[in-house]
């Protein structure tokens, strides 16, 4: 499920290194490594908790990247949702 979402995260990442925008850049990285580091899905709990509090970092992203990270945003609700709905169907 999360192949779905490391290429937006990854582009993310690519912009900001070109924005040179070190502290969202270091937010973004470790919310990458915490999903990279899953191997249940119970583990991206974490990560998929912390993606949402972008919006209250302050951060000051340039157009594109605050496209880019709308999108992420959308394709890791989407993933949650189904991983809630998956963990409801098996209780």
């Not at 990458?32 to 992203?61: H, K, M, N, W, Y």
């Amino acid at each position: 499920m999360t192949r779905e979402l490391m290429p937006a995260l990854t582009e993310l990442e690519e912009q900001l290194e070109r924005d040179r925008d070190a502290g969202t850049l270091a937010f973004f990285r470790g919310i990458v490594a915490a999903i990279r580091a899953a191997r249940e899905p119970e583990d991206l709990a974490g990560p998929f908790l912390e993606l949402p509090r972008t919006a209250f970092q302050g951060f000051r992203l340039i157009a594109s990247a605050a496209t880019l990270v709308d999108a992420v945003l959308e394709r890791a609700q989407s993933i949650a949702l189904t991983l809630s709905a998956d963990a409801r169907t098996e209780h």
